[in-house]
């Protein structure tokens, strides 16, 4: 999905820096024996570091078949963590929130004003990333609803080749427009297209 960082910032530093294995060692993953303790709540300025790393573990999950390893292995969780520390910044109109699985933060969304010239609604869903782990546990689920108001109408844009996203996104009620935008993505390129809920 389109992420605010497109418009201009760079994610790109040294390779090296914080390895992502720290990110998923840093997980609590949700197992058939035990009850985790699932939180959803709005993001804090003191959350940039976490959500750094779990936001690169995120982009390595789920853009591993469309862009290249050496172009993943460049994203760097700490400038994340400086992005992160901006967007929990801002005013009430943007809703950024995370979950928490036994206070560990495990994924993320992030609603607002639309960006597009063209806008088919008001409000816009950024963007949503749960570790690939608890994929199916319901999390998701619970970050979309903590982003986004019972039937509002919004728009997203997500990759087009990501048949697990555009399923979640159907069954929240949002279809297709036709309209689709290839554009620069970690140096490389992306192809997105744009659901829309009326």
Known sequence: MRTLHARGASVIEHPLDFPFADAARRVTIMSAE?????????????????????????????YDHLISKAALEKVSPRRMAEL??????????????????????????GSGPARDKDAPAFRELYFIYLLDALHGTGI????????????????????????????????????????THTEPF??????EVRFVRA
């Open 186 to 191: 970690l140096g490389e390129t992306l192809t």
């Open 34 to 62: 035990a009850q985790p303790e699932v939180i959803v709540r709005p993001v804090r300025d003191v959350d940039a570091e976490a959500l750094g790393r779990v936001h690169a573990q995120c982009w390595h999950e789920t």
């Open 84 to 109: 992160w520390t901006h967007w929990a910044a801002q005013g009430p109109e943007f809703k950024m929130n995370a979950a928490l699985v036994d206070g560990e933060i495990v994924g993320f969304v």
């Open 140 to 179: 998701g689920q619970k970050l979309f609803d903590a982003a986004v108001e019972k039937d509002e109408p919004l728009y997203l844009w997500v990759a087009e080749d990501n048949p697990r996203a555009h399923r979640f996104y159907t069954r929240n009620g949002f279809t297709l427009d036709g309209a």
